[in-house]
């Protein structure tokens, strides 16, 4: 049973344009949102996190937008760059609970 | 500097052979885990550590095993009761409390040949 579900699997954006990856959890006792980008041969790093308090955080470019009635947060990457070309992966947890992963997005921005 | 450090980067296993992954850090951190991640399917949690001698099973700890004899090591085993063991292996180490998410290693990629 998947946890937290990711969408879409790939994503072309062109530079400049907005990446938009969305998540959806069904656990309502889930309070920790975070986005890990991974480029290949790399583990995962810590992009940007949200807990339910806020319906929005931005730092920089990066933004994530909760939704808690829906059960949705989604990643908004602005001005998206060659560089942002990475796999994304969403996750949750609850307390001190292990995270769970959704299965990633591949970004490709293209010039 | 501190980090998690995963060796080896790459690893071969014949069939029918355990093989041993490490996992080292050095950020005091509490709590330790062993994630698998195969192509298009995210990551999912093999075995996590929250304390030093105690561990617990994640989703998928079928025909793995780990030990927690310090508080900065976290290895973890790949037997021959694992049927299919080639995917990429990455540990993952968090402080209680922290607000800054898990550190993870470089991961280690075991291939069965």
């Known amino acids: 049973q998947q946890q937290v579900k990711q969408s879409p699997q790939s994503l072309i954006v062109q530079k400049g344009g907005i990446s938009i990856i969305n998540c959806a959890y069904e656990?309502?006792?889930?309070?920790?949102f975070p986005w890990y980008q991974q480029f290949p041969g790399k583990g995962p790093a810590l992009l940007i996190a949200?807990?339910?308090?806020?319906s929005e955080k931005k730092e920089g470019r990066f933004t994530i937008s909760f939704n808690k009635s829906a059960k949705q947060f989604s990643l908004h990457i602005m001005d998206s760059q060659p560089g942002d070309s990475a796999t994304y992966f969403c996750?949750?947890?609850?307390?001190?609970?292990?995270?769970?992963f959704g299965k990633g997005t591949r970004l490709s921005v293209i010039a | 500097d501190g980090g998690i450090t995963q060796s080896p980067k790459y690893l071969f296993r014949k069939e029918g052979q355990n093989v041993t992954l490490s996992c080292e850090q050095n950020?005091?951190?509490?709590?330790m885990y062993w994630y698998r991640q195969d192509p298009g399917q995210g990551l999912r949690l093999i075995y996590y550590?929250?304390?030093?001698?105690?561990?617990q099973k994640g989703d998928i700890a079928e025909g793995y095993s780990v030990s927690r004899e310090k508080k900065e090591s976290f290895p973890l085993t790949v037997t021959s009761a694992q049927k299919n063991p080639t995917a990429f292996y990455l540990c993952?180490?968090?402080?209680?409390?922290?607000?800054?998410?898990?550190?993870f290693g470089s991961g280690t990629r075991l291939t069965v040949v």
């Open positions: 996750a949750a947890s609850s307390g001190n609970t292990p995270l769970v």
């Open positions: 656990n309502t006792a889930f309070d920790y």
């Open positions: 949200i807990r339910p308090d806020v």
């Open positions: 950020l005091n951190h509490d709590a």
């Open positions: 550590s929250q304390i030093v001698n105690d561990f």
């Open positions: 993952a180490s968090i402080e209680w409390g922290s607000n800054y998410g898990y550190t």
